[in-house]
């Protein structure tokens, strides 16, 4: 799909003038009938009878098969749609073309005009409002289609128009991070948007009263480059995100081995404030994570009342969940001695290295950061308070953030509990914060043996795969 992409990505979209009025140009890279051509060639399962009915279709519209007659707009080759926030009036505008043939909409372009008062483009499109047709031509493939506008379709047009001249330029611009930020649009999309991307300030931060396996007293700034190189290790293809506000890096596609690299990148952590994860997870990030939380949020989380609220929750259930505990939560475990020195490798304590997954670049002053840093893990549980709870095994576990991905982070435990009772009030914790998605009887004494190390995973397992005395799975179940 490599070559549809293409044309779509380099489609362009314009409002034109000449005699007659304004017309709407496309122009395509390669003409749409070529490229859907070669696209079929670089299919994996191939179906010959019905590419040659898109084909076929495609080359009609070249031929001007599709000009032979007046349409009516809209249809499944034009149209021009209006969208407001909820409850507001008309104010953005969006033109969308498509060819016959593409069932896949790779081929198609969008984009959204600027109805800015003084823009050439408002001033074409308010012309092009007070037209009863519009010619849309297609200029690589010398085609050129006549749509009749509906006089409702265009008193909206007018509508979008009438509210931007009320509005100042940092109102418009607020709604386009909006629609930046909400996944509506792409900066592709807002052509004529000169956007001004803020940057984090980098955080200071002094060391915490125990000891850590990693930390760096200022955190770096998010990579600019396409491809960055960072503590020696140049990185694949990748992008800052979230647009609105960018807080991480993430590659393009996934690295094999990603978690050598990684290795390698955590290092160097305390010279540079950029933070290795691997994001496993087939979709993009930003499917799925929420708009960045500041460490400042962390910071005020008392995270004995956050496990003391879970472990309320536990004890309104049957008797015997939350034994030989009881029902008062038993206070935060115990601390065992955190040695930064024997955690230089989580990555290999995770058995990661050899993994292949998407690569984060978080710069933070801490690994447990990271999860508020950048945007959650989609579940209903706050992302300070997942990082706020992390870094607090960090300070009592030497616990190492090295992965997430949507409801779920990996920790590799340094220093894991090393006594039975100890153990157990490790377990009350995970249990308040993150049960396993079968909690009965039995299970709090299970999941401490598995925390010491005097038991292995059952093959029964209600407990996430990963899990042992050095690897915890934090994770929550819909």
């Known amino acids: 799909m490599d070559e549809e992409r293409d044309v779509a990505r380099r489609l362009t979209i314009e409002l034109v003038e000449d005699v007659v009025g304004v017309r709407i140009d496309v122009t395509s890279p390669q003409r749409v009938d070529l490229a859907l051509r070669e696209t079929h060639k670089g299919f994996a399962h191939r179906n010959r009878d019905f590419e040659?009915?898109?084909?076929?279709?495609a080359e009609a519209f070249v031929r001007g098969d599709e000009g032979s007659r007046e349409r009516s707009h809209p249809d499944s080759l034009f149209q021009v749609t209006v969208s407001a926030r909820r409850g507001a009036p008309w104010d953005v505008v969006e033109l969308r073309v498509s060819v016959p043939g593409d069932i896949t909409g790779a081929?198609?372009?969008?984009?959204?005009?600027?109805?800015?008062?003084?823009?050439?483009?408002?001033?074409?499109?308010?012309?092009?409002?007070?037209?009863?047709t519009v010619r849309l031509r297609w200029v690589s493939e010398g085609v050129e289609l006549l749509y009749r506008l509906p006089r409702e379709q265009r008193d909206y047009w007018q509508q979008a128009l009438a509210t931007n001249d009320t509005r100042t330029d940092e109102e418009r611009h607020?709604?386009?991070?909006?629609?930046?930020?909400?996944?509506?649009?792409?900066?592709?999309e807002l052509p004529f948007y000169q956007r001004v991307t803020p940057r984090r300030p980098r955080r200071t931060a002094e060391p915490p009263a125990s000891p850590i396996p990693f930390l760096a007293k200022r955190s770096g700034g998010v990579p600019s480059a396409r491809r960055p190189t960072i503590a020696g290790v140049r990185l694949p293809p990748g992008r800052r995100a979230p647009d609105s506000l960018p807080s991480y890096w993430i590659s393009d596609e996934p690295l094999e081995p990603a978690g050598d690299a990684a290795a390698t990148i955590a290092r160097a952590f305390?010279?540079?404030?950029?933070?290795?994860?691997?994001?496993p997870w087939d979709e993009d990030p930003a499917a799925y994570l929420d708009q960045p939380i500041e460490s400042d949020r962390i910071d005020v989380i008392d995270v004995e009342a956050v496990l003391r609220c879970g472990w309320d929750r536990l004890t309104a259930h049957p008797a015997g969940l939350v034994e030989p505990v009881g029902p008062r939560f038993p206070?935060?475990?115990?601390?065992?001695?955190?040695?930064?020195?024997?955690?230089?490798?989580?990555?290999?304590?995770?058995?990661?290295?050899?993994?292949?997954?998407?690569?984060?670049?978080?710069p933070c002053n801490r690994p447990a950061d990271c999860i508020a840093l950048i945007g959650g893990l989609a579940v209903e549980v706050d992302g300070a308070e997942i990082s706020a709870v992390i870094r607090s095994w960090e300070e009592r576990f030497g616990a190492v953030l090295v992965a997430v991905e949507p409801s779920l982070a990996t920790l590799a435990i340094t220093a894991p509990p090393g006594a039975p009772e100890q153990a157990l009030a490790a377990a009350a914790e995970q249990l308040a914060f993150c049960p396993p998605e079968t909690v009965e009887p039995g299970t709090l004494e299970q999941l401490a043996s598995i925390l010491v190390g005097q038991a292995d995973l059952p093959s029964a397992a209600r407990f996430p795969p990963t899990l042992s005395a050095s690897v915890w799975p934090v994770a929550w179940y819909d």
Do not use: C, K
């Not at 081929?107 to 499109?125: C, M």
């Not at 607020?174 to 592709?188: I, V």
């Open 270 to 279: 305390a010279e540079t404030g950029l933070w290795p994860l691997l994001w």
């Open 52 to 57: 040659a009915r898109w084909l076929g279709a």
């Open 107 to 132: 081929l198609s372009g969008h984009r959204y005009l600027d109805l800015a008062p003084q823009s050439e483009e408002s001033r074409l499109f308010a012309a092009l409002a007070r037209q009863e």
């Open 174 to 188: 607020a709604r386009y991070e909006e629609m930046l930020a909400g996944g509506h649009a792409t900066l592709n």
């Open 331 to 362: 206070g935060l475990a115990a601390g065992s001695l955190v040695d930064p020195a024997a955690a230089r490798d989580p990555f290999q304590l995770a058995e990661l290295l050899s993994v292949a997954a998407r690569l984060m670049i978080v």
